[in-house]
């Protein structure tokens, strides 16, 4: 059974960075596209960045610019880099996976702890 482990959230001020890590337990890591997900407080869980297997990315537009998905293979991890970021931002983030970059809004049941990020002054 997958398991997603989320790191790397904490309290940052607007404009400030931060880099998400996920590891990936099972066998889908390779060969699944993975997703960076965020749910704010009151609001859905929404797909925020996706990267397929072979490096292709896609944004949703308010964080174009700003976030930056990425993946190493070898260490079964995905990354999120979080630049310029802003209040609205502030949101519990999660990864998940599914078979292409296509269909990840319909991710897989398994869900992480996730990892709390705050944009605060």
């Known amino acids: 059974q997958v398991q997603f482990v989320e790191s790397g959230g904490g309290l940052v001020q607007p404009g400030g960075s931060l880099r998400l890590s996920c590891v990936v337990s099972?066998?889908?890591?390779?060969?699944?596209?993975m997703g960076w997900y965020r749910q704010a407080p009151g609001k859905q869980r929404e797909l925020v960045a996706g990267?397929?297997?072979?490096?292709?990315?896609k944004y949703v537009d308010s964080v174009k610019g700003r976030l930056t998905i990425s993946r190493d293979n070898a260490k079964n991890t995905v990354y999120l880099q979080m630049n310029s970021l802003k209040s609205e931002g502030t949101a519990v983030y999660y990864c998940?996976?599914?078979?292409?970059?296509?269909?990840?809004?319909?991710?897989?049941?398994?869900w992480g702890q996730g990892t709390q990020v705050t944009v605060s002054s």
């Open positions: 099972g066998s889908i890591f390779s060969i699944y596209a």
């Open positions: 998940n996976a599914q078979r292409s970059l296509a269909s990840l809004n319909n991710p897989l049941d398994s």
């Open positions: 990267i397929s297997l072979g490096g292709s990315t």
